[in-house]
C-alpha cells in the first residue's frame, strides 16, 4: 500500500475492457491514486464488441464527453433495438426495441390490454406501440425531445454501434489526458507476495517490474491474473450457451443506414450485422460440434452486404463465468472475468457493470473479504441475468430443421428461466428480479417474438371493458406512428449532427 492511503493501481491489458477502466477512474479518483496501464502492441484486442445498450450513455456521461465528438471519433451510428431473423421459426422476424411498450392504463401492465385483443385476434403487432420499434421499421431516428414530456418522442432510448479499436484509441486519449500512465510491454511473469498470495508486481520483456496495490486483469480470455498467476477457476455455461467459435469480418457498407443491430439466425448458431458509417461489422457466432469453421465461415462471406473489407478471423470461447471476478487484490473486468456471446450486445455493458461495482466497492487499506465477497455477488448477479436472456432466444424456439436447434429446443435451462417461461405462458405475466439489467419489456418481446403464446391474460384486465381497451389502443398506436412519421432518417440526422471524416482523412 502506498502511503497515506494513495493505492498504485495497475491494469493489465488495453482494448476496450482496459481503456474504460482507466477512464472511469481517471475521471473519478481525480489524481489521487496512481494509474498505470499496460499493455503491448505485439498483442491483438478481440474487437468484435462494436453493438451496445442504453446503459453505455450513463457511462458516457459520467465521463463527460461531448456525445457528437465521441460518435464521429468512433465511426459510431445509432442503435434503438436488434432485429432477430429466423428465431421461432425460419422466416420469422421480430423487433426488441429499447424503452417502454405503450402508456399505463388502470391497474396492470399495458401490455396486458394487448395481450387481451391480441389473442381474440384484434390487435396489432407489438411494434405499433412503442416508439423505438416503429422508428426502426421506418429507420428513423433522433434523440429524446426531453422539451415534449409528454410525448413518446421523449421516451426514446438508444445505444450505438462503434469501431471498438476506435473507441479505445478514444478512451486512451482521455484517459492519458488525465494522468493515467501507458505502459508498453509484454507481461513475462507475474510475482505473488508470500503469506496472503497477493499479486505483488508484474514483469516485462525488457526486464521492467511494474508493482502495484490493486490490479485489474483486462487480459482477454487469457486471464493472464486472475486465472494463470491466482488459479481462480471457470464456471462453464456451455450447455445452456453451446457456441463456442465467432468468425467475423467487416464489409463495405449498404446503401440504407439501419438504427438497428441484426442477429439472424442459422442451421447452427447466428450472425450479426453491425452497421456503422464507414463500414458493417459481420460475424457468425456458431457451434463446432454442429458446423466446421470451414462451413462456418463460407455461411458469412456468403450473406454480406457488401465486399469484404478484410480476411475474416475466428475467436474461440467458453461461455461462463470466472467462479470469483474479484479474488485476493486482484479484480478482472471484461472477457477476463467471463464470456457470454454478444447476442443482445452486452459485453461492454458487463465492463462497465465491472467498473460500476469496482467503485461502489473500492478498497480503502485493506481487501476486507466482506468487500470482495460482496463485489463477487452482485457481478454474478450481472452475469446470471444476462444469461438467462441469452438463453432464453435458444430455447424458446419452434426449429427442428438442425441438430443444432433441436439440441436448444429440448435442453433444460436454469430454473429461473424455465420458472419465467412458464409464467409467462400461462397468463402473460412477466417480472423484473431487482435491479436486472433487462426490463419487463425486454422479456415480453423476445418471448412474444419467438412464440411463446400465454393461455390467457392478467384477470384484472376485464376491469376495462373491451370497447375502452380498443379506442386506448388505437390512440396509443395512432400517436406513435404520428411521432415516428415526423422523425428524421438515421442517416439524415447523422450527416445533420455527427457525421465522421473518411478513414484516413486528416
Known sequence: MSEAGRLAIVIVGGGTSGWMTAAALAKVLRGRHDVQLVESDEIGTIGVGEATIPMISLFNRMLEIDEDEFVRATQATFKLGIEFVNWGRVGDRYLHGFGDLGKPLWTVDFHQYWLKQHLAGKAQELDKYAICNAACQQNKFMRPRMDMPN??????????HFDAHLYARYLRKYSEARGVRRIEGRITSVQTREGDGHVSSVTLKSGEVVAGDLFIDCSGFRGLLIEEALKTGYEDWSHWLPCDRAVAVPCASAPELVPYTRATAR???WQW?????????NGHVFCSRFISEDEATSVLMHNLDGEPMAEPRTLRFTTGRRSKAWNRNVVAIGLASGFIEPLESTSIHLVQMGIAHLLTYFPSRGFDAAVTDEYNR????????VRDFVVLHYKATERTDSPFWNYCREMAV??????RMDLFKADGRVFREGEELFTKPSWLQVMHGQRLTPASYHPLTDLVSEEEIARFLDEVGGVIGACANAMPTHARYIADHCAAAPIGAA
Not at 410525448?151 to 450505438?160: E, G, H, V
Not at 450485422?273 to 461489422?281: D, E, K, S, T, V
Not at 452482485?378 to 441475468?385: K, P, Q
Request: charged share 20%; no cysteine.
Open 151 to 160: 410525448s413518446p418522442l421523449s421516451q426514446i432510448r438508444y445505444a450505438f
Open 414 to 419: 436454469p430454473p429461473a428461466l424455465q420458472a
Open 378 to 385: 452482485m457481478m454474478r448477479n450481472e452475469f446470471e441475468w
Open 273 to 281: 450485422r453491425i452497421p456503422l458509417q464507414h463500414r458493417i461489422g
Open 267 to 269: 442451421e447452427s448458431g
